[in-house]
């Protein structure tokens, strides 16, 4: 089924800090829409989304499900995900209003996207600044330095990883590292533990690690602390930490592949002086 006239949605994102980080196409949409639908942390960005929006609805009260017997973060995430396509279904021009990017650490946007198309709706997503994008800035890291590996805590935990120690590896979601049971927003000094055992696998205890927090608004401070990597279990996290790992051995070069790239390249020299 095609819905040409009806409804439609576009996901966007406001930043982290959101003043200066808003781009100019997520004001517009934010401004224009018909109904903006937001799950944002921020108090100063909910209260600037509701002033300048023709309506808003504010997503966070759907997080209180996790509260209910057999209701877990998935459950929460499906209900805001069915709240922004009730909007569209009735025929609303839809903005959907995220921190950082719509799209990372972010399932909703996507989950809301997929079904909105799989109707036959238009849908779909711009690029917001992230927590990558404010972490690269924040501490001077260049991922093209050596590589970058990137994962979620919990998903580091329990999958089997293949981790590359002279790359930099960053574990998002540290602070509710090892929940199973989808309902907490915290972690524990055992849980963290089993992330340094298994983090020890590849880089020695004493490796210097960066507990990461974006500052989201003026009064409050970017959070860069160094610690060795043993010290973790005893560290103060929270559900926006991250942490950052730089890498603990150097990059050794493939000398075959250097002398096969060096092969051709003094065959191509050859055919030209041919030519």
């Known amino acids: 089924m095609t ?20 781009t100019p196409i997520a004001q517009s949409y934010i401004e224009t829409f018909d109904i903006v639908i937001a799950a944002i942390p921020n108090v100063f960005t909910r209260k600037w989304l509701q002033g300048v929006a023709k309506e808003y ?15 877990t ?10 709240t922004i396509l009730k909007e569209v279904r009735a025929g609303k021009k839809v903005c ?51 590589g970058m590996q990137s994962m979620e805590s919990t998903q580091f ?42 983090l020890s696998r590849s880089y020695p205890l004493d490796h210097e690690v960066i507990l990461y927090e974006a500052a989201t608004d003026p009064m409050e401070k970017t959070r860069k602390e160094k610690l060795l990597m043993r010290d973790l279990p005893n560290a103060a996290f929270r559900q926006v930490t991250t942490l950052v790992i730089p890498p603990a051995k150097t990059m050794e070069k493939d000398q075959a592949v250097i002398d096969q790239l060096n092969a051709l390249a003094a065959q191509r020299n050859l055919a030209q002086q041919v030519a």
């Open 3 to 22: 819905n040409q006239t009806q409804g439609s949605l576009v996901c966007v994102g406001t930043g982290m800090r959101m003043g200066g980080q808003l």
């Open 57 to 71: 609805v504010c997503l966070n009260d759907h997080y209180d499900d996790t509260k209910v017997d057999g209701k």
């Open 73 to 82: 973060r998935r459950d929460t995430y499906r209900r805001m995900a069915d």
């Open 96 to 146: 959907a209003a995220f921190y950082g990017h719509p799209g990372i650490f972010a399932c909703i946007s996507h989950m809301a996207i997929a079904d909105a198309r799989a109707e036959g709706f238009d849908a779909h997503m711009e690029p917001g600044i992230s927590a990558l994008d404010c972490l690269v800035a924040d501490l001077g890291i260049d991922p093209a330095n050596s």
């Open 157 to 198: 935990m329990i999958y089997q990883k293949q981790i590359d120690p002279t790359a930099l590896l960053i574990l998002w979601q540290i602070g509710i590292a090892g929940d199973l049971s989808l309902k907490r927003f915290d972690t524990e000094p055992a849980h963290l533990q089993i992330v340094v055992d298994k």
